[in-house]
Structure formats: C-alpha cells, structure tokens
C-alpha cells in the first residue's frame, strides 16, 4: 500500500486509530470516517474542493449507476495493464467519494492481486463518504500537485475527473507503472448543455503530455442515458463545474426540465511510466 507521508518533515506516518504520526512526532487526526487531512496551513483556507452539495449530487448520481460504463472501462483497464507481480500499489488521484477507487481495487483482487490502496482528494467533504464507501482504503486529505506519498511507491494510478498534476505522478509512480486518466470527451452532456444555455461549447479532449508518460491506450466510452426524473437531471447538473457558473435565466431552463436524454461520453486513457 502507498504509504502516507508527513507533509512537514517526509517522513512515514504511522497510522494509529485516532491519528497519523511520523518519527518526527507531528500528529494528524483521523477523522470518525477514517481520512486524515494532510492540508498543511499554507494550503488551508475556508473550503477546498468540492462542497456538500456537489458531493450529495455526484454520490446521489453515481450510486444510480449512470457512470457504470465507466467505471466498468475502468477496472477492465486496471486488470489489463496492471504489473505481472501479485502486489499491486494502488493510489487515487483525486478520488472523490471512491466510487471508481473501490471498483478498482475490487476487480484487481478478483484477478488475483493482493491490493493496497490509497485515495487523496483535497475536499473533506468528498473523504468522508469515501471512508464510509471504502473503510479499508487510506485516505488523505490533500492537494493532487502534492501527492502526500513516497516517489516510486505506485504500481497503478487513477486520475478520474481531476486536475492533470503531471509531475507528481511520474514522481510517485514506479518505472513501468501505469497512469489511468479519465476525462469527459468533446460530446460529454452536449444535450444537457445545449438545454441550459444559448451558447454551448464542445470540451477540449486533447490528451495531456507529460515527459516521463508514454500514451500506451486510448479508449473512448459513450453511453445515452435516458433521465426520466428532474432528481437525476439536477444532481448530474450540480455534480459538474457547470452548476457555479449559471446564471438565474439559465438556471430556470435546467428547473423546467423533467426528461432528458444526454451522452455521457469519456475518453480513458493509459499511460506508461517510462
């Protein structure tokens, strides 16, 4: 397993049932949901990532099993590319409420794997329901761009629906591993977008270059999903940048609607540590 590391002095946090301690002494508390923030002060501030709201939307929503082509794409991907060895490192990139964390894990045990994992996501409110969806994972809070692990401790990466931070994954990943980055493609909730506003914009789907990552696969996933109720409709809406950004006009279309059939329409792709 990716073992966590102090964000002060680098050294390995022992975890005990009610914190993280390191050699040094520095103490972080575990919260009742099993995650310890990792944040340190100059990193902290009044709210950081997702909130309450888009977090009860995304979990609402994917507990509906929407984005199951995904996540299926995803642990397909995991058992196809993951390293020959039976211990596999696992480590999610921001990884939210764990939905696709814990799909993973899952199906690389399945293949016969013995599995640690770890999960970081720089909003609290997002760990405290992945704790409760996956209490046998570490989880962190803290920052992508400042992964709070060791370099060369990975074995298989996620980064599903997160800041792209290049660098720190080919730092945290061992030579061979593998980077999993999902993102939505050009089309992805054209129909919900061309509903609420007058003017909508295709997604930029270029893939991300870093050096020390070679592109092995690229696989595109595309599914219509047919929301028949306005509860679906708003919490797919709310769980997306989408939902800070609209004014009261185009708020009021997206209120109307009570049916919608949208695509949901992905772009997974494989990179190799070089």
């Known amino acids: 397993m990716p073992e966590l590391l102090c964000p002060v002095c680098g050294g390995v946090l022992t975890q005990g049932e009610k914190a993280g301690i390191c050699s040094s002494g520095h103490s972080f508390d575990r919260a009742k949901s099993g995650y310890v923030n990792l944040l340190v002060a100059r990193q902290s501030g009044a709210q950081h990532g997702d909130d309450k709201e888009m977090v009860r939307a995304r979990r609402a929503f994917l507990d509906g099993g929407w984005y199951a082509p995904l996540r299926c794409a995803l642990c397909s991907a995991a058992v196809r590319h993951t390293p020959a060895e039976d211990t596999v490192d696992l480590l999610d990139a921001g990884c939210g409420e764990c939905y696709y964390t814990a799909a993973v894990a899952a199906a690389l045990r399945t293949a016969g794997k013995c599995v640690g994992a770890a999960g970081v996501d720089i909003s609290k409110d997002a760990l405290r329901w992945g704790g409760k969806r996956a209490p046998d994972l570490q989880l962190a809070v803290a920052s992508v761009f400042r992964l709070p692990v060791a370099a060369k401790s990975c074995d298989i990466l ?25 993102a939505p493609d050009a089309m992805h909730l054209w129909e919900l977008k061309e509903a609420v506003y007058e003017t909508p914009y295709r997604n930029d789907a270029a893939p991300p270059v870093q050096a020390g990552l070679s592109l092995v696969e690229e696989e595109r996933i595309s599914a219509v999903l047919h929301l028949v109720r306005h509860e679906d409709i708003a919490s797919l809406f709310q769980m997306t940048p989408y939902a800070h950004k609209t004014g009261p006009a185009d708020a009021a279309r997206l209120d109307a609607l009570d049916t919608l059939d949208v695509t949901a329409a992905f772009v997974l792709r494989a990179y190799r540590r070089d």
Do not use: I, S
Not at 158 to 173: D, M, T, W
């Open 158 to 182: 996620l980064n599903v629906f997160a800041p792209f931070a290049g660098e720190e994954y080919v730092r945290v990943l061992r030579p061979g591993g593998v980077l999993l980055h999902a």
